[in-house]
T-cell receptor, first 115, second 109 residues
Framework: ETGVTQSPTHLIKTRGQQVTLRCSSQ?????VSWYQQALGQGPQFIFQ???????GRGNFPPRFSGLQFPNYSSELNVNALELDDSALYLC??????????????FGPGTRLTVL | GQSLEQPSEVTAVEGAIVQINCTYQ??????LSWYQQHDGGAPTFLSY????GLEETGRFSSFLSRSDSYGYLLLQELQMKDSASYFC??????????FGPGTRLSVLP
């Protein structure tokens, strides 16, 4: 039990729709990262927020966007859904200490299926 | 860019020792982490090496050699519950994490 929660657990959308996924981080964790994990592959880094500002982004198009709120919750928004967006979406919170052992605590994930 | 390589699958028997290797190409990073993920579950942190050498945590040990761009996770006294996927990951100087493709470990009775 990491103390990181995500909602919803599962979601089915159709191509072209928009989706918002939510994450609640551990209290005191200033950093939240979002990952996309396709079946049988490693997590792919989407972006990271530190104290409500994006401070790192992976190789994902602008239709992937996010928000982080002062209450340690965050959102991942995906517009114009494509079939390839079907994956497990993971959020991970950490203390946000640059250069330190910044252990990430993952939530259980949201399984998104795009039809 | 950064990339990490791991064997896709490893099989071992209960009680045995298994080593999962990770080689990487990255311009700069703080340290090498290892995560375990059971089917249908979330990745959980196992170990972290900031410096070269061996780190031991119970049955798990992890090793890093920056000069060889290489690390490994060593699992001793294997148990059935160790059957899972194992990922190496680096935190680069851009504060981003890069994960390897994962190694699926199967522990046989």
């Amino acid at each position: 039990e990491t103390g990181v929660t995500q909602s919803p657990t599962h979601l089915i959308k159709t191509r072209g729709q928009q989706v918002t996924l939510r994450c609640s981080s551990q209290s005191g964790h200033n950093t939240v990262s979002w990952y996309q994990q396709a079946l049988g592959q490693g997590p792919q880094f989407i972006f990271q927020y530190y104290r409500e500002e994006e401070n790192g982004r992976g190789n994902f198009p602008p239709r992937f966007s996010g928000l982080q709120f002062p209450n340690y919750s965050s959102e991942l928004n995906v517009n114009a859904l494509e079939l390839d967006d079907s994956a497990l979406y993971l959020c991970a919170s950490s203390l946000g200490l640059a250069g330190a052992t910044d252990t990430q605590y993952f939530g259980p994930g949201t399984r998104l299926t795009v039809l | 860019g950064q990339s990490l390589e791991q064997p896709s699958e490893v099989t071992a028997v209960e009680g045995a020792i298994v080593q999962i290797n990770c080689t990487y190409q990255t311009s700069g990073f703080y340290g090498l982490s290892w995560y375990q993920q059971h089917d249908g579950g979330a990745p959980t942190f196992l170990s972290y090496n900031a410096l070269d050498g061996l780190e031991e945590t119970g049955r798990f040990s992890s090793f890093l050699s920056r000069s060889d761009s290489y690390g490994y996770l060593l699992l001793q006294e294997l148990q059935m519950k160790d059957s899972a996927s194992y990922f190496c990951a680096v935190k680069n100087y851009g504060q981003n994490f890069v994960f390897g493709p994962g190694t699926r470990l199967s522990v046989l009775p």
